[in-house]
């Protein structure tokens, strides 16, 4: 059905992207199977990094002093500093209040006690149940890696059984500090040598095809560093030309890069540590350049970077560009960025994945980013329709499915 008017418009989108049923390309939550490694709860909530950080503007407690405290005492803190003595408006300490509110909690009370009983009586399957069913999230994908000794034994042991989790090989260690996670190959029967010589490539790249293999896994995925570069004269560079991307082409599978993490800028925060620096867009070119025959999803973590990406996407069409990631999830920088990027892309990238590491956090991210870009698809629509073109409620749904959706797995499948 055509639409009317700017208000059946509104109407329209803001009840489409209510409905939609998302794929979350990039978490890093994990199905049941996976035991103690899914976090859930009022008190994973709290000690969650993001809000960790901020806590430690407020408080002068000594860092190890905080971190050898248990699980308990650090979310009383985090409660009592962020929600408490301060008003709870940072978009991660606002994101808590989110999800109590879309469970039924009564956030008037302030009562924590009362959130930790609700979710002390919650069965675990029926739990994931509803916070997929209130984010609208149908399937996420996990983070997997392989070094993690703590997941490792469930690929050996059990595997992934459900199906709305999806598994991403992830492979920091090997591409940012080969000469220590080298000799992890070698444990696990894998030839390879320190300098990587033309077998240890052989190798590697078998270590990888395994991978894949035993998780299934959607697309490789890597983290890096502001002076991420390629081609250049270190391991990393050889791996990534000489392993990882003819194992992905060979598989069909794509190469994630999420660019931008100076690690550890301070150790003392633990996860809360790391931080941003803009990263070289020259090596997503030279990348998506040289092996057209690959594909790329890239995410870069400062804001700085993000014109010339949306730019590079435009330049491939091996390129998906995907998410605010890290630091950029907060409310004006998603409306920033997904703006440049329709403006840029129109409805060719992936406006936003979680990356929730506590399985509650689904409800907040989605339903904060969700507001955003209906609020900017209204704003696209409108101008259109000024233009006397008309917009039916199946294009908007069409369009709605693709970018929650639809253009991951079409990318995928290409
Ligand atoms: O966003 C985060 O939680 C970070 O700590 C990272 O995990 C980041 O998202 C990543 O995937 O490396
Ligand atoms: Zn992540």
């Not at 080298?182 to 078998?206: A, F, H, M, P």
């Not at 998506?288 to 010339?308: A, D, G, I």
């Amino acid at each position: 059905m055509a639409i009317k008017d700017k208000e059946m418009l509104k109407k329209v989108v803001e009840n489409t992207v209510e409905e939609v049923k998302i794929t979350d390309i990039h978490t890093h939550i994990y199905s049941k199977d996976f035991g103690e490694l899914l976090l859930w709860g009022i008190d994973e909530l709290l000690v969650y990094h993001y809000l960790v950080a901020e806590f430690f503007r407020y408080s002068s407690i000594e860092y190890d002093e905080f971190f050898k405290k248990t699980k308990r005492e650090q979310a009383d803190l985090i409660w009592q500093t962020l929600f408490i003595e301060h008003s709870p408006v940072s978009e991660s300490v606002r994101g808590v209040l989110t999800v109590l509110k879309k469970l039924g909690l009564d956030v008037e009370s302030r009562n924590l006690d009362e959130y930790r009983q609700y979710f002390d009586s919650m069965e675990l399957n029926d739990y994931i149940d509803k916070v997929f069913e209130i984010s609208g999230v149908k399937e996420v994908v996990m983070t997997n890696d392989p070094f993690d000794d703590k997941e490792s034994p469930v690929w050996n042991e059990i595997g992934n059984n459900d199906s709305r989790f999806k598994a991403a090989l992830r492979i920091d260690p090997l591409l940012n500090s080969y000469e220590d996670s080298y000799n992890r190959l070698v444990e696990w029967g894998y030839n390879v040598t320190k300098d990587l010589d033309q077998n240890s490539i052989e190798e590697v790249k078998r270590f990888l095809a395994d991978n894949v293999k035993k998780m299934d896994a959607l697309y490789m995925a890597v983290s890096l560093p502001p002076s991420f570069c390629i081609p250049e004269d270190s391991l990393r560079s050889r791996l990534v030309e000489n392993c990882v991307i003819p194992v992905c082409r060979e598989l069909n599978i794509p190469f994630a890069m999420m660019i931008g993490v100076n690690k550890l800028v301070n150790y003392k925060l633990q996860l809360a540590g790391d931080s941003v620096g803009k990263g070289n867009i020259r090596t997503v070119e030279y990348l998506c350049n040289t092996y057209p025959e690959n594909k790329f999803m890239v995410t870069m973590l400062s804001k700085e970077n993000q014109h010339e990406l949306a730019i590079t996407a435009r330049k491939f069409r091996n390129l998906m560009i995907f998410g605010c990631w890290w630091f950029l999830n907060n409310p004006s920088i998603i409306e920033e960025m997904t703006r440049i990027r329709m403006e840029t892309l129109g409805l060719s990238f992936i406006p936003q994945h979680s990356d929730a590491r506590v399985l509650d956090q689904l409800i907040y991210k989605w339903d904060h980013s969700k507001k955003i870009i209906s609020k900017i698809l209204i704003d696209k629509y409108s101008d259109i329709m000024d233009n006397d073109w008309t917009i039916t409620e199946e294009e908007i749904k069409r369009d709605i499915d693709n970018i929650f959706s639809n253009n991951f797995w079409e990318f995928l499948n290409k």
